[in-house]
């Protein structure tokens, strides 16, 4: 039984909302709020496995609830509703929310929703992973300089000066964003050397994109292992990001979306990281077995821990409260076909984006899977985005 707290001001609405899930009492108990302040006081009192918060409220917005909802609780699943087409306001979302549903929506949506968010939390709940993760030599903290951006860009004068500003007190992230400004992947013209430069030729939800990872990639510091280079992955991650981010809008997914690609192909791999840095001999032998035995990386790494880099690095980020579209992107890159996600989705994107980009897993391209979302007829024209950013020097 898992619990699950609406929160909406029109009260014909919130008793729709505990309708919807009423032939399905023997899994969830819904409790209903009128408004942020009255939600806050229940979670105060108790956890709850989900809360549901429309966007617009008197007093407390949605937003501000789903903040407080993540600073009391941030194992609880948030999800946030809204009539708003603003691509913008939805992005805003996801800073303190894992998914976004828009009004007006029906019984079906709402299930596959909770469905989803519900079986991704269990994924990260295996004790296999879990036990792999308590062997890190630490797990790191939400990135600071992340959280920062965050916060100026919700700002009302948030401005490219102010993010070069943060970016430019970490030595290793202002680092890693020139370098990716100069990256083939971007096409600029001419090198970039100041870091407000870069953010001016970047973008700002780009950079925000890029600090994340940047603080992630420099928090490990990995022996040096004879089968694998950290330099080697983040071009690798580099590449990944900026096609799947491309993959996304060459089939005209929104913005949201777009960037939730990028943010999981700068991401994905994060996993093998950390297991470098922590378990350096146990990972270098996983990577001997995988090119000795011509198996995937993940097959090798179940046989020698019990679980993978790719569930690793989804439980580091379900930690942190990232968007689901993410955290799957993440889990479940190598085997699309084991998740629950059965549609064009960022997931789809990095699963593709990592097969083109890496000569290594070009044969592991999932055509079952595309073929089941109906995108099998696509790979060729993503194949050519990516000869196209290559070309682009």
Not at 314 to 322: M, S
Request: glycine share 6%.
């Amino acid at each position: 039984m898992k619990r699950i707290l609406f929160v909406e001001d029109d009260e014909v609405l919130r008793t729709l909302y505990s309708h919807m899930l009423s032939d399905e009492k023997d899994q969830w108990e819904v409790s209903t709020a009128g408004g942020g302040e009255t939600a806050v006081n229940l979670l105060r009192e108790s956890a709850f496995d989900v809360v549901v918060s429309d966007m617009q409220m008197p007093g407390m917005s949605g937003i501000e609830l789903l903040t407080e909802v993540r600073n009391l609780h941030p194992q609880t699943s948030r999800i946030i509703i809204s009539g708003s087409n603003d691509q913008a306001v939805a992005a805003d979302s996801l800073n303190c929310t894992h998914l976004f549903i828009p009004k007006p929506f029906g019984v079906k949506t709402l299930k596959a929703t909770l469905h989803r968010i519900t079986s991704l939390d269990a994924y990260l709940k295996d004790d296999k992973l879990r036990g792999l993760a308590g062997k890190m030599r630490e797990l790191p903290s939400f990135p600071m300089v992340y959280m920062e951006i965050i916060q100026e860009l919700d700002s009302p004068d948030a401005s490219v000066e102010k993010i070069a500003s943060i970016i430019s007190k970490d030595p290793a992230i202002t680092t890693k964003i020139l370098q990716v400004a100069n990256s083939v992947a971007f096409g600029l013209r001419r090198t970039v050397s100041d870091p407000m430069e870069a953010v001016q030729q970047l973008g700002l939800l780009t950079v925000r994109s890029l600090a994340l990872s940047a603080q992630v990639f420099s928090s490990f510091k990995p022996a040096r292992l004879k089968h694998f280079s950290p330099d080697t992955l983040w071009s690798h991650l580099m590449k990944c990001g900026e096609l799947a981010r491309r993959i996304m809008r060459h089939e005209r997914a929104d913005r949201t979306e777009a960037e939730d690609a990028f943010t999981a192909g700068m991401l994905h791999d994060i996993g093998a990281l950390m297991l470098a840095d922590s378990l350096p001999g146990e990972f270098d032998k996983a990577l001997a077995t995988a090119a000795s035995e011509h198996i995937s990386l993940p097959e090798a790494e179940l046989r020698i821990f019990g679980a993978t880099h790719t569930g690793l690095a989804a439980y580091l980020f379900g930690l942190w409260g990232l968007p689901a579209s993410i955290v799957e992107a993440a889990a479940f890159h190598h085997a699309p076909q084991t998740s629950d996600l059965k549609k064009f989705s960022a997931l789809t994107a990095v699963h593709v984006a990592n097969a083109i980009c890496d000569p290594t897993e070009s044969g592991n391209l999932d055509f079952s899977y595309l073929e089941q979302i109906g995108k099998a007829d696509r790979v060729n024209a993503w194949r050519e985005v990516a000869a196209e950013m290559e070309t682009q020097k």
